[in-house]
């Protein structure tokens, strides 16, 4: 049985990843007294360390949690966030020239400026880290803000927002190709690395 249980544990470590296995609820799913399930993970934590695995399990307290070993920490990284290569889509550039300019802004103002739907542009650029949320509006709706990132402002160049080169009704389009040049001169240095 202890086999068994040790099984469990294991994967209920697993499938609780950075929030870790509280010993109450693992008690409670197991339907074995707390001090059972502590010695039992303690004796994981034994084992792994013995067999010198890649994983580790590290107790807070009354919270188990299974992580990487520290000496693979940079390839963990790497994997986990490799390079954003890629070029933006005309929309996407759009999209990042309204953020840039009436930030902090609601995708709702962004689509009313655009006339088409942006997620799939705002999903684009916060997974490129160029924006982010920027807390909610307040009332009705909770409607959320986004803002550009201090990575927008490396990529393009710029040491402040208020770098950004002013425009007007009469020249927004003009404005804004001087903005997508910005970003295709920068394609070939900065965002790639």
């Known amino acids: 049985m202890d086999r068994d249980v040790a099984l469990i544990l294991e994967t209920l470590l697993y ?3 950075d929030e870790g296995l509280e010993v109450a609820h693992a008690s409670e799913v197991l339907g074995i007294d707390r001090s059972t399930v502590i010695h039992e993970l303690q004796k994981l ?4 360390e013995a067999e010198a695995r890649p994983l580790v399990i590290l107790q807070f307290g009354s919270r188990f949690q299974m992580t990487t070993r520290p000496e693979f920490s940079d390839y963990v990284q790497a994997y986990a966030a490799p390079p954003q290569r890629g070029k933006l889509s005309q929309a996407a550039l759009e999209t990042l020239a309204i953020v840039a300019y009436q930030q902090p802004v609601t995708r709702a103002t962004i689509e009313d400026i ?3 739907n942006a997620d799939r542009a ?3 650029l916060t997974g490129k880290g160029l924006i982010e ?3 909610r ?3 009705a709706g909770r409607a959320i803000l986004y803002e550009t990132t201090d990575r927008f402002l490396d990529i393009f160049h710029l040491s402040s927002l208020e770098d950004l080169p002013s425009i007007t009704e009469d ?3 003009e404005q804004l190709d001087l903005f997508s040049s910005g970003y295709r001169e ?3 240095d900065d965002f790639h690395s």
């Open 45 to 48: 934590v034994s084992r792994f």
């Open 186 to 188: 920068s394609q070939n």
């Open 114 to 116: 655009r006339g088409v």
């Open 133 to 135: 949320e920027a807390g």
């Open 15 to 17: 499938v609780s990843g």
């Open 137 to 139: 509006v307040k009332g």
């Open 171 to 173: 020249e927004g389009g």
């Open 122 to 124: 705002i999903a684009t």
